[in-house]
């Protein structure tokens, strides 16, 4: 039972403690192309789904027979979950859309795989980035300026933590994992006994009937809430990096269900995730170039989506340790829109399969 512990309890309260420290303002201060970028990276796994699939429906019709829990776009929903949020968004995306957990581990390895030979190349990029920005004709004047807002941001917000700090934090943690499981009752029950669209197994809109995603989405919404409150300076004693723990944990559950050799019986799944992956990449470049967006926001906006509050900081900070916090921030914008953003991809990936 420890997936179960770990989806219900756990999944929350790290969402909880991720998004606790978002700072919409700062997000908005880092400028527009900055966002511009991140939501193109967003967008770009959303139509990179549903066109994947359709690209390879006409060379491997047979791929896209699975029914019920084996059908492939619920498998590739959690791929949605992980390349615009992260891994709470990959485990919500299972749960909500019900993938076969014994075939899960063939998504996990086509995300590892393809995500990782992606941020390679992103990283190699930043060697390049001069002639990159040269290309791109950017104006590199606001990294600079980026550099020393969020120093300050980051020193001002340090704090040496006492038992009470983590006593208090992890009270408001589990005291919203238990607002938000008597929350999704109550939403979840009045909307299946009021809509019948809703209550419909087989209707685009019987997601809505699930009561983890109301869970998350309360848990999220509250963490919103609480981040423009004082709540947010716990950020400065770890919050998130206490949600992190809580997220390995899920992942090795989950991964305690997983047979990786299912890839071997489909090895075509990592072609469907290179061309989607190819799919993002190009609407990014595409769209760096027309706003001559500079390559550090093409390389986080893109790693704030696909390596989620792992890799974005790595990369912010491989063009310099003081932006690593503008990878958090973006990555932890990320976790807020990644639901939602996967459940529409995923939505478009069902309709695609069915043609």
């Known amino acids: 039972q420890t997936y179960y512990i770990a989806s219900r309890y756990l999944l929350p309260a790290s969402l909880l403690l991720m998004t606790l420290s978002i700072d919409l303002k ?37 791929l896209f027979n699975g029914a019920g829990p084996d059908a492939i ?30 075939k899960y581990g063939g998504m996990v390895l086509v995300d590892i795989v393809v995500a990782n030979i992606w941020m390679a190349m992103i990283l190699f990029g930043i060697g390049k980035k001069d002639a990159i920005n040269k290309w791109l004709k950017a104006d590199t004047s606001a990294i600079e300026e980026l550099k020393e807002k969020v120093s300050l941001f980051s020193n001002s917000n340090k704090k040496i933590p006492s038992l009470t700090d983590y006593m208090i934090l992890l009270a408001i943690a589990f005291g919203t994992v238990g607002f938000s499981h008597l929350g999704a009752e109550y939403i979840s029950e009045l909307l299946t006994s009021n809509f019948e669209a809703v209550a419909d197994k087989s209707s685009g809109l019987s997601s809505f009937a699930s009561k983890f995603f109301w869970m998350i989405s309360i848990a999220t919404f509250v963490g919103i809430g609480l981040s423009f409150t004082k709540a947010r300076n716990f950020e ?30 489909e090895p075509k799944l990592i072609l469907i995730g290179v061309i989607w992956m190819s799919i993002h990449a190009t609407l990014l470049i595409v769209v760096a170039k027309l706003i001559r967006a500079p390559y550090f926001f093409l390389a986080v906006g893109s790693q704030a989506n696909v390596g989620g509050a792992a890799s974005a900081p790595v990369v912010a900070a491989a063009f310099h340790p003081s932006l690593a916090t503008v990878g958090v921030l973006l ?22 399969s069915n043609l």
């Not at 990276?41 to 959303?46: D, L, M, R, Y």
């Not at 776009?73 to 014994?102: H, K, V």
């Not at 090795?252 to 299912?262: N, P, V």
């Not at 990320?334 to 695609?352: K, N, P, R």
């Open 236 to 265: 400065g004693i770890g919050a998130s990096k206490i949600g992190s723990i809580f997220i390995y944990v899920l992942v090795a559950t989950i991964g305690m269900k997983m047979d990786l050799g299912s890839i071997l019986d």
């Open 331 to 352: 990555a932890v914008f990320g976790y807020v829109v990644g639901t939602y953003g996967a459940m529409i991809c995923t939505w478009l990936m069902e309709y695609t």
């Open 26 to 62: 700062a997000i908005y201060n880092l400028g527009y192309k900055a966002l511009v970028m991140f939501f193109t990276g967003t967008i770009g796994i959303i139509i990179g789904g549903p066109i994947s699939i359709l690209i390879l429906s006409i060379f491997f019709p047979e």
């Open 73 to 102: 776009w619920r498998g590739l929903s959690t791929l949605a979950g992980s390349w615009i949020g992260g891994g709470a968004n990959q485990a919500a995306m299972l749960e909500i859309f019900e993938y076969n957990p014994q």
